[in-house]
């Protein structure tokens, strides 16, 4: 019998293979793309339905995520309480989501219950009743946890960053107000449904186990539906890169909420990969530069990170923390030491070999499985790329070498044209 040494770590493994999980794709005769993970171990099913608009398709703010949250508030044929029973008796979880490019309603159950809630699940999409008093009460609970968030200076920091980046104008830029909640009507929330949700800009994920009756009862009714929906997208523009620094005075006297960043590109920018890892070593992960700084070292915040938000036609990377106000300004400094070390040395062997596990781990655990690898498929088509590009983007990870993190931090980190935003008891 062989005694472990517990003294020592397992041996790090760098070279494996990461293999995108085997899935099949059909198009049926109305035009839906179904992607199917049929590949589970237990007996549960999931059906996510995507449409392909959200907040960047509104002209009535705040209707895209009203039209899509009223979908489970009642039908022609049931009302919310008669749909909560349905679901809630055959154990089925329904979830919808609304975002700035996409949207989506999906249901997760047994396998061997899908067939009795099917019909139910679908009758939610295609005959919303939107009826009044269900929009008086999302309003009033809506508008109601907007203020909740709008108390959070971390909420505040986020939405004033984004506008300067993008303009207040810009899809990507403008923040839903409590007076957007407040003056809809149900003619908005139903205009947006009409001209958005439409089966020639949706697309079909199944996954788990199930199988071939079921598949072709799904697949046959999807077929059936010829929903058409003419979606227009707001006004996209560019804004010139600038050094900003915005302060919001609040009530919340004990931190500060931190925002740097500045406007980057979309997901499909040549650079885009590159500049993951850049942003990982920066501060996309615990062992970062900034976290081993900021928070291990000076003790300045619990916790320090930076991120990317890439969407299709834009995106902006930030750094955000919450700091004690005495704090606040040397975290400042030490943030902007750590961007010019990037700039001027290259990453040790033995710290670029650790970011690069880091978001190779990443990736491992995003095709952990069908559910995981739905999910995937569903990320990746709401971007209009396909999956190629995430074997290409798994691919580059693994040819990259210290020098790139190097050059993206001289192209991308002049802190020139980062914006700053403070939320807080500031003067």
């Known amino acids: 019998m062989t ?108 396998t061997r219950h899908l067939e009795s809630v099917w019909e ?7 005959q919303p009743k939107f009826d009044e008093k269900e929009i008086d009460k999302y309003k009033v609970v809506t508008s109601q946890n907007l203020r909740n968030q709008l108390s959070k200076n971390d909420v505040l920091s986020y939405r004033k960053i984004t506008e300067i980046i993008f303009g207040s104008s810009h899809p990507y830029g403008y923040n839903t107000e409590i007076s957007d909640i407040e003056s809809l009507t149900r003619d908005h929330i139903q205009k947006f449904w009409q001209n958005n949700i439409g089966f020639n800009n949706a697309f079909l994920v199944l996954s788990g186990k199930y199988g071939h009756a079921l598949r072709q009862k799904i697949i046959k009714s999807i077929e059936s539906i010829e929903l058409i929906a003419s979606p227009k997208k707001g006004n996209f523009f560019e804004t010139t890169l600038k050094k900003v620094t915005e302060r919001i005075p609040t009530t919340n006297q004990k931190q500060t909420s931190l925002k740097i960043g500045r406007r980057m590109f979309g997901r499909m920018h040549e650079d885009y990969s590159k500049v993951q890892m850049l942003n990982t070593a920066l501060g996309g992960y615990f062992g970062s530069r900034l976290m081993m700084n900021v928070r291990e ?25 919450d700091v004690a106000n005495k704090n606040l300004e040397p975290t400042i400094t030490e943030i902007y030491k750590e961007i010019e070390k990037l700039k001027t040395k290259l990453l040790p062997d033995e710290e670029f070999k650790m970011v690069k596990n880091y978001m190779l781990g990443q990736m491992l655990h995003l095709i952990d499985g069908p559910f995981a690898t739905a999910q995937l498929i569903k990320n990746i088509h709401t971007k209009d790329i396909e999956i190629e590009h995430f074997k290409a983007h798994v691919s580059l990870l693994k040819s990259l070498e210290a020098k790139d993190i190097l050059e993206m931090a001289n192209k991308y ?15």
């Open 297 to 321: 070292e000076k003790g300045y915040t619990y916790g320090i990170y930076s991120s990317i938000d890439s969407w299709k036609e834009d995106g902006f990377i930030y750094i955000s923390a």
């Open 413 to 427: 980190l002049d802190i020139n044209y980062f914006t700053t935003v403070l939320a807080g008891k500031i003067k």
């Open 120 to 126: 139910t699940f679908l009758e939610m999409v295609l």
């Open 3 to 110: 005694t472990l040494n517990r003294k020592e770590g397992p041996p790090i493994v760098i070279d494996y293979p990461l293999e995108f999980p085997p899935f099949s794709k059909t198009t049926l005769a109305n035009g839906v793309p179904v992607y199917e993970v049929n590949s589970g171990t237990q007996d549960i099913i999931k059906v996510d339905l995507v449409f392909k608009v959200g907040r960047v398709n509104e002209i009535k703010r705040a209707s895209s995520k009203a039209s899509m949250r009223l979908l489970r508030e009642g039908t022609s044929n049931n009302s919310s309480a008669e749909l909560a029973y349905k679901f809630d008796y055959y154990g089925a979880i329904v979830k919808i989501f609304s975002g700035l490019e996409y949207s989506y309603i999906n249901i997760v159950c047994l």
